[in-house]
């Protein structure tokens, strides 16, 4: 059990967490946020035999839709699979980041420090409702971080560093294949690993070291580019994955848009962040503080702000503001809290007297506990924990439609319809996306003219040729803070 410790741990602050935080969890009626449950039905469709990007359309990567396809495959209707993930992606954030502050200091301000981080993380603005693709990837720049850390302080083996490259490279394919904007972080990563590696060995190791990164970052493409190659999707998946989201759904090619704005409006938005979520960049602004002071070279003292720096930049500069897109900067934290640590260690062994065991363990108690109250009165979804099934519209309209039914949802990214009720899409453009495409618009049209699905959800307005094929037969009201609007659904007339 000591060897699993800090494990349990983590597993145990996660839990606690999650359960106030994430409106996965238990505690909340259901998970309302459209981006997870586009997310849902896209894995829903893969698992009954669609085809994701040629028969459904969305745009984030193909290993995020098979997790919420197995999510799917372990609750049909609910969000329960899906915080399952979060937990175990919490678990394995928290327990890398109580093996990195053990490190900096030990194991009992390690234990002290997790909740707190974890309360920090994921109660913040940035952390959003839960199931984000950036939170399930958040474990794998951890440790990807961890490595580094181990290779600019440990005199390590040329085993060892082909190993770490390996990894590394196989995590950065992992998360290409998510949300490829996380990339910068990898870009920084391979940058100061490759230097490092010319300064300590000066000579051509770190050409090896590059194209091993660059080769194992390929491997977690293959199975994917098989799968597109033998469904006949292969452009789709360009078409929708990489250039779709490059041309159509950021800013970035705005004629109006230019870089001398686009640094603006992302500094403008860091300021907000800062701001909106600083319970997490309290540790990571001491982090940068800390490791100029505590570290020695250039290089150490500056790692975490020149990554943070490449990061931030390649999520932001597309010009969209979502506070989500920022999770994967939560891993600057870990060093804030690792320095912290240390100089309470200092302190405490200069200082203090030997404190027992028993108190620790009280001391631990009493800091996850404080922690999950902070953390269930932080939270952007507390007021959502309060809702019964009568405040959310989504039970109502469900009690019309059958899971045999088919449903087109408009003027809405995926509002939850079809999680609840489990229909399977039977539409290419299911929902309205939230991107600049022409075709997604004129297919919708399209589906209503000839009143190609049983039901038609429409989102703040009624729908041009609606009445042709379908008929109004409820609306639903509902009020959030920061969000309200009207519901309409309406039935085919035959």
Known sequence: MKKYSLLIWGFLCSLAILLFTSRSSLLFQCNNWDDANSYFSMGKGMMNGLVIYRDLYDQKGPYLYLMYGIAYLISHKTFFGVFIFEVIAATVFLFIAGKFIEKKSNKKIAFLLVPVIGAGVYSSWSFYYGGAAEEFCLPLIALSFYYLDEILHEEISEKRYRRIFSIVGILAGIIFQVKYTMEGYFFAWFVIAIIWIIWKKRDAFFVRMGFRFLAFSIIPSIPWLLYFVVTGSLDDWFRCYIYNNIFHYSQVSGDNYSFFNKIYEICKTLYWLIQDSFSYFVWIIAGFVLQIVMEKGFIRRFTSAFMFACTYFVIFIGGNKLAYYSIPLMVFAIPGAAYTGKLISVCLSKYGKEISGIIYSVMYAAVLI????????????????????????????????????????LNTIDAGLYTITGIVPNCEYFQTNGIDLDTMFEEQKKYLKEGKTDYVLAVGYEPEFIYNNYSLIDSYEYYETDHDNVYYLYRRNW
């Open 370 to 409: 404080v922690s999950v109250i902070f953390a269930s009165y932080n939270t952007m979804n507390a007021e959502y924990r309060s809702f019964s099934k009568d405040d959310i519209w989504l039970f109502e309209a469900s009690k019309q439609l059958s899971e045999d039914d088919t449903l087109l949802e």
